[in-house]
Structures are given as C-alpha cells and as structure tokens.
C-alpha cells in the first residue's frame, strides 16, 4: 500500500477518499532508469515500495478502459514543480523513449512482413509482384508462342517439299528400273526399305496427290 509520493516537492499521500492513484516505478530497467532521471533526485534509488502519484503523468498516460486507472506501457512522468534553474531543462525523453518503442517493434513486424513476402515467392514462383509485371509477362509469352508457331509451319512446309522430292527420286528410279536402264533390284539399295518395297503404281499414285495438292483453285 502506497503511503507518499517519491517525487521531490510534493506533498500527496495515499488517501482512499481522494481520486489521485499511485503507481510503482517500471521493473523495465530502461523505463526505470528513464523516470529516475526525469525525478531528478540526487542518488535516488526507487525500491520496491516506491511510488509516483498520478498528479506527475499527463492525461494521455492514462488507460481508462478498466475498472482501474492504469499506465499505458509507454508513459513517463513529465509534470514537476521543480526549482527555476531545473525547470528551464527541456523535458524531451518522452518523445524519444517513444521513438525508440516504435522504431522497436516496427523493425520486427518489418523483418516478419519481408520473410513472408520471401517465402511466398520462393513457394509460388509463378506469382507476380504486381499487374505490370504480369502483362509484361503474357506478352512475352504471347511473343513466343507466335515465333514457334512460325517456326512449326516452316518445318512443316520443309516436310513436304522433302516428301514431294522422296516421291519423285522413287518414281524415277523405279521406272529407270522398269525400263531396264537401271539393274533389277538397285532401288533396294540407293532406297530406305520402306519406299523400296512399294510397288511402282503406288508411288504414281503419290506423286499425282502431291501435284493436285499444290495446283492452284480457279
């Protein structure tokens, strides 16, 4: 139970009836060093029963959403009635205690928010940072899928001017053959077994497909 108020020059005790609270010196030791300096006692040392009243902290201190009047985790005492000489010291360690809190906790959040962003990249390769980068991406894509498509229709036009010119190399070695300009049985040799063992007919056949193929439509 509290009995005075630690602060020099002041003069409250502890009276139930009167609305003035008391509260402890932080066990933070940062904090506790903090209002020890501000109290401006000399060899001032707060123990375990020492007390500040409510008459030294601002209204903003204060956490009302209780049953009971509380300090807010970041509040330090800023209201004393000091010397001349002491009073003309700039009270500034509220602002840069705070300052310092927030710096604090922001650089963790911070830390988590970039590891998180890391690892859903890492996971979902396939995900964009934004819209740009994906429209970026689609026309490049698209871009690609056109030069293949133009390359597929270059091979396949290759393809059939080589099949035209298998036909034909056939047909005419086939009827050097038949017309015993060549010796029997050559074209199993100078041909790949798959054409060798068609008849004549069949590539005649083949090679007028191929002809109609390429006439123009009137």
Same mark, same amino acid.
């Given at each position: 139970m509290p009995t005075n108020c630690a602060a020099a020059g002041c003069a409250t005790t502890y009276?139930?009836?009167i609305n003035i609270s008391f509260h402890r010196f932080p066990l933070d030791p940062k904090r506790r060093k903090e209002w020890v300096r501000l109290v401006r006692r000399k060899n001032f040392v707060p123990g375990k029963h020492t007390f500040?009243?409510?008459k030294h902290f601002e209204a903003s201190c204060f956490d009302l959403t209780g049953q009971t009047r509380r300090l807010k985790m970041d509040a330090v005492p800023t209201i004393f009635d000091f010397c001349t000489h002491i009073k003309s010291m700039k009270l500034k360690s509220r602002n840069i205690l705070k300052k310092n809190n927030s710096c604090t906790s922001a650089e963790p959040s911070t830390l988590?928010?970039?590891?998180?962003?890391?690892q859903v990249?890492?996971?979902h390769s396939y995900a964009f940072r934004n819209p740009m980068e994906a429209k970026k991406r689609i026309i490049k894509l698209e871009k690609e899928i056109a030069?293949? +498509? +133009?390359?597929m229709k270059t091979c396949l036009q290759k393809e059939r001017r080589a099949t035209r010119r298998w036909i034909k190399a056939t047909c005419l070695v086939k009827n050097l053959e038949a017309s015993n300009m060549l010796p029997k049985g050559i074209s199993e040799h100078i041909l790949p077994t798959a054409l060798s063992n068609l008849p004549l007919e069949n590539f005649k056949i083949l090679e007028q497909s191929q002809q109609d193929k390429t006439l123009p439509i009137l």
């Open positions: 009276n139930k009836h500040l009243c409510s988590k928010s970039n590891i998180s962003s890391q990249l890492l996971e030069s293949l +498509r +133009r390359k």
